[in-house]
């Protein structure tokens, strides 16, 4: 398998550098006539780049993945049972040369089908060539597995439940919306109070004082024998209450 995916990566890479550089160009004449190589300031350090990237891996091997280095140390730690590293170095020479083979052989092929197009034409139309193009058709159905077991469910939970639920639901009352409808209901209620006369101050006041005195007395009883949690549950209600009650009545 990784004898075949050289195969493959040598017809594809060779096929781009031959289509790009080197084979016709299928561009309209308007777009090639401002075409033109870089200048030299912009040359000058993809040419250094180009150089350290052949150069410096091949003169930087044997440190960094050579027999018997210790560059990485233990960041990539290989228990001795699975350590084929030694093993490969007596891969009889034969089967070392069959990547290479493989790389010629695709850059063979890649170098017909891109200067020689009749010839590609007439394999893809031949009779192995439709055998190949029929065996190959729809994938053998992947695609379709993948877009309903796969696709569809990661759709429909990315907008039914993370983008609605979730994000538009969940999280956006708890967040912006919910405070922004909270703090609004609040004023509004808190601000039927404010009806200007002294006895409804006076009323108010002595509710809160009444409160906060029986929260500060039996705290204590309330920690022991009572969840408090209970108690904040019980005024929320009541304010909840009054306010919705003054609300039905106004309509």
């Known amino acids: ?3 075949l995916s050289v195969l493959f990566t ?22 090639l006539e401002k075409a033109h190589d ?12 180009a150089l350290g990237s052949i150069v410096v891996g091949f003169l930087g091997k044997d440190m960094m993945i050579g027999l018997g280095s210790n560059f990485w ?3 990539l730690f290989v228990l001795p049972h699975n350590l084929s590293l030694l093993e490969s170095e007596y891969i009889p020479q034969p ?3 069959i990547p290479l083979s493989l790389i010629i052989l695709g850059i063979i092929i890649a170098y ?3 200067f020689y197009p009749k010839n590609a034409y007439f394999l893809k139309t031949s009779s192995l060539g439709l055998k190949i193009y029929h065996f190959l058709n729809k994938r053998w159905f992947f695609d379709k597995l993948y877009n309903d077991l796969v696709g569809e469910k990661t759709l429909y939970f990315g907008y039914h439940i993370s983008f609605k639920t979730l994000d538009k639901g969940f999280f956006e009352i708890l967040g912006p919306y919910g405070i922004s409808q909270f703090f609004q209901r609040s004023t509004r209620y808190i601000a039927n109070f404010q009806t200007g006369m002294i006895y409804h101050y006076a009323v108010v006041i002595l509710i809160g004082l009444t409160v906060l005195i029986s929260i500060i007395g039996i ?14 549950i019980f005024l929320t209600t009541f304010l909840f209450y009054n306010y919705y009650s003054s609300e039905g009545s106004n309509q």
């Open 219 to 232: 705290w204590d009883f309330l920690e022991v024998f009572v969840d408090n949690r209970l108690y904040f």
């Open 112 to 114: 017909i089908f891109s």
């Open 10 to 31: 040598s017809i594809y890479s060779f096929r781009l550098i031959f289509k790009t550089f080197l084979t016709p160009s299928n561009a309209y004449l308007k777009t």
């Open 38 to 49: 870089a200048p030299f300031l912009m040359a000058f350090p993809l040419i250094l780049l």
């Open 73 to 75: 140390g233990n960041s």
């Open 1 to 3: 398998m990784g004898s």
């Open 95 to 97: 089967q070392k040369m």
